[in-house]
């Protein structure tokens, strides 16, 4: 009987073995795990427009940690396709805007971000950037602003989103 129950003992152990080494055994560029966060609109999609054309379309904002940096948030923004209308976006199928991080926390107060940014009719474009935002809870919004101006005049709600920073 004690052999019975020792050799289940071992059967059941290399499974679990077998199954732990298989389950860590994946690729190295698998998506990085994203920051938990709570949205003030359970999304993290938005919508948005740009510079001419009356261009339109959608965002998807994505937060993650950067490996090494403490304090640091990679803000991704994700264009869900773009359209626009006439002969002016026939000719230039891009809208262009500014997309940003404001952020208060350990590293600032009320601390804006800006980056250019151009989306075209293809999901999928991409603007990523780096922000110091410093460890602990942090409160960010990210939105898009006008292209030109030297403030930052919002044009799209955005999301506003709590976020713990490692």
Do not use: E
């Not at 640091?72 to 359209?83: E, N």
């Amino acid at each position: 009987m004690l052999h019975i129950k020792r050799a289940i003992l071992v059967v059941i152990s290399g499974v679990l073995l077998g199954a732990g080494l298989t389950a860590g055994a994946g690729a190295g560029d698998a998506a990085p795990q994203q920051l938990p966060r709570w949205s003030n609109l359970f999304t993290d999609d938005f919508g948005t427009f740009g510079d001419h054309a009356g261009c339109h379309g959608a965002l998807r904002v994505g937060l993650t940690g950067v490996p090494h940096k403490r304090g640091v948030v990679r803000a991704t923004f994700t264009s869900l396709g773009f359209t626009g209308n006439g002969a002016g976006w026939r000719r230039d199928p891009n809208c262009r805007m500014r997309v940003g991080v404001a952020f208060t926390g350990s590293g600032g107060y009320a601390v804006y971000k800006l980056f250019p940014a151009s989306f075209g009719r293809k999901p999928g474009q991409r603007v990523v950037h780096d922000v110091r935002t410093g460890s602990g809870l942090v409160v960010l919004s990210a939105a898009t602003y006008q292209l030109k101006s030297r403030l930052p005049v919002p044009q799209s709600y955005g999301i506003n989103y709590y976020v713990i920073v490692p």
